[in-house]
């Protein structure tokens, strides 16, 4: 596809992609930033895009992922925040209670436990942790949530009230 065929396909959209991007993300500077993704996307696949029969409806849709992907990314940040308050509330606590370490609970966690927490605490992804353990990805899930499932058990079954 031609740059002059690109401006005539694609940015008529720019307005209602931009509408449509802002709410569903309810943010002007992210649905610009949504906006201008996709049509970076766009023209890196400008070779293909003469193949494309709909051009709204392929751009509203790929558009609908891009504003996924940013909502999930808000939301895994603003998760972690969440752990880390509680980890931090964790530490404060008084010594004299005999809550043991964090090492100590995970010690004492099924060794696929173990070793699935420990890599995904070092920072691994999922992608990679199944690339090296051979797990398929929903098996990698339901091993983290049992495994923090577990870890609260313990967490709270040694803590003195």
Same mark, same amino acid.
């Given at each position: 596809?031609?740059?002059?065929?690109?401006?005539?396909?694609?940015?008529?959209?720019k307005n209602k992609l931009?509408?449509?991007?802002?709410?569903?993300?309810?943010?002007?500077?992210?649905?610009?930033?949504?906006?201008?993704?996709?049509?970076?996307?766009?023209?890196?696949?400008?070779?293909?895009?003469?193949?494309?029969?709909?051009?709204?409806?392929?751009?509203?849709?790929?558009?609908?992922?891009?504003?996924?992907?940013?909502?999930?990314?808000?939301?895994?940040?603003?998760?972690?925040?969440?752990?880390?308050?509680?980890?931090?509330?964790?530490?404060?606590? /008084?010594?004299?209670?005999?809550?043991?370490?964090?090492?100590?609970?995970?010690?004492?966690?099924?060794?696929?436990?173990?070793?699935?927490? $420990?890599?995904?605490?070092?920072?691994? $992804?999922?992608?990679?942790?199944?690339?090296?353990?051979?797990?398929? /990805? $929903?098996?990698?899930?339901?091993?983290?949530?049992?495994?923090?499932?577990?870890?609260?058990?313990?967490?709270?079954?040694?803590?003195?009230?």
């Amino acid at each position: 596809m031609t740059a002059e065929n690109f401006k005539r396909h694609f940015l008529p959209l720019k307005n209602k992609l931009y509408d449509t991007a802002l709410k569903k993300l309810g943010n002007p500077a992210e649905a610009e930033d949504a906006v201008q993704t996709l049509f970076l996307k766009l023209w890196q696949q400008r070779d293909k895009l003469d193949e494309i029969k709909n051009h709204e409806h392929y751009c509203l849709t790929s558009l609908r992922n891009i504003c996924i992907d940013r909502w999930r990314q808000v939301q895994r940040y603003e998760t972690c925040e969440d752990i880390s308050d509680i980890v931090d509330e964790v530490y404060e606590q /008084p010594e004299e209670q005999d809550t043991p370490s964090i090492e100590e609970m995970i010690a004492k966690l099924p060794e696929t436990q173990q070793r699935i927490l $420990t890599m995904h605490l070092l920072g691994c $992804t999922n992608a990679e942790i199944e690339e090296l353990t051979g797990m398929s /990805p $929903t098996t990698i899930r339901t091993t983290l949530s049992r495994a923090r499932k577990r870890l609260r058990i313990i967490y709270f079954a040694n803590r003195k009230i």
